[in-house]
């Protein structure tokens, strides 16, 4: 199934030139992707884009959920403006409301700072109640293509509602099947869902033993948080400490 186009879900420029010199044919670059993908360093973009192949950049300032404050909003369009400004060909990003659908003005928005290049909702679109909707919405507005792993925890395991979208859309809207991808099932990815494009990460491991010298030190979270909670700054702790110490 040579037209398959395969998307590397890259989380540093070192895994874009890996990527692109394996054979990748579109590459999305990340940091933390634990984290499911976080906004990379502008750094990172240029450094990345010295491969020849299409460059996408998440764009998503935190982890947790969709819905963003007001200075993440303008955090997330700034960062847009940079990547595109250091050569990404194009945004991935998702704007929810707290009731979990589409927030439009903001996706407009978005859409908007990326232009003439790619758009990309992220998979948002596999929390959101109606997927239809949100695919309507989105065709609206224009954006390009829609990640999605079907509203499952992952895309083999979402096949059947992949392929919903996919004749939903009827060619307005590009679908994508991500999450789960791996080599062993491609080929039977992209014949039951009938796309020709697949997103994957394709991970494995090497070591840094640097920072293993001393035990009682750690520089991970530990478990990770509630979805729902999204760790913040607390104000009143700062202003406690500070008056602590004295002004």
Same mark, same amino acid.
């Given at each position: 199934m040579k037209n398959v186009l395969i998307e590397v879900c890259c989380g540093s420029a070192e895994d874009v030139q890996i990527a692109a010199a394996a054979g990748a044919d579109r590459v999305e670059l990340n940091s933390a992707l634990f984290l499911g993908g976080l906004t990379p360093s502008m750094g990172a973009m240029e450094t990345a884009r010295q491969v020849d192949i299409p460059i996408m950049a998440m764009v998503r300032p935190r982890e947790g959920g969709f819905c963003y404050s007001e200075t993440e909003f303008r955090t997330m369009l700034a960062d847009a403006k940079a990547l595109l400004a250091a050569g990404a060909d194009g945004i991935v990003f998702g704007f929810l409301h707290p009731d979990g659908t589409v927030d439009k003005d903001r996706c407009r928005a978005m859409v908007e700072v990326i232009g003439d290049r790619e758009s990309v909702f992220s998979r948002a679109i596999d929390v959101v109640p109606d997927w239809k909707a949100? =695919?309507? +919405?989105? #065709?609206? =507005? $224009?954006? *390009?293509? +829609?990640?999605?792993?079907?509203?499952? !925890?992952?895309? !083999?395991?979402? *096949?059947? +509602?992949?392929?919903? #979208?996919?004749?939903?859309?009827? $060619?307005?809207?590009?679908?994508? !099947?991500?999450?789960?991808?791996? !080599?062993?099932?491609?080929?039977?990815?992209?014949?039951?869902?009938?796309?020709?494009?697949?997103? $994957?990460?394709?991970?494995t491991f090497r070591l840094d033993l640097s920072a293993t010298h001393n035990p009682a030190v750690s520089f991970s979270g530990g478990t990770c948080p509630p979805e729902e909670q999204v760790p913040v700054t607390d104000g009143a702790a700062v202003a406690a400490a500070r008056a602590r110490l004295g002004d």
């Open positions: 949100a =695919l309507d +919405v989105l #065709m609206e =507005l $224009g954006v *390009t293509r +829609v990640l999605t792993s079907g509203q499952a !925890p992952s895309a !083999p395991a979402g *096949t059947a +509602v992949i392929r919903e #979208m996919r004749d939903y859309a009827a $060619g307005r809207i590009q679908i994508l !099947p991500g999450c789960g991808v791996k !080599p062993d099932n491609v080929a039977a990815l992209a014949e039951a869902t009938g796309c020709h494009q697949l997103h $994957g990460s394709f991970k």
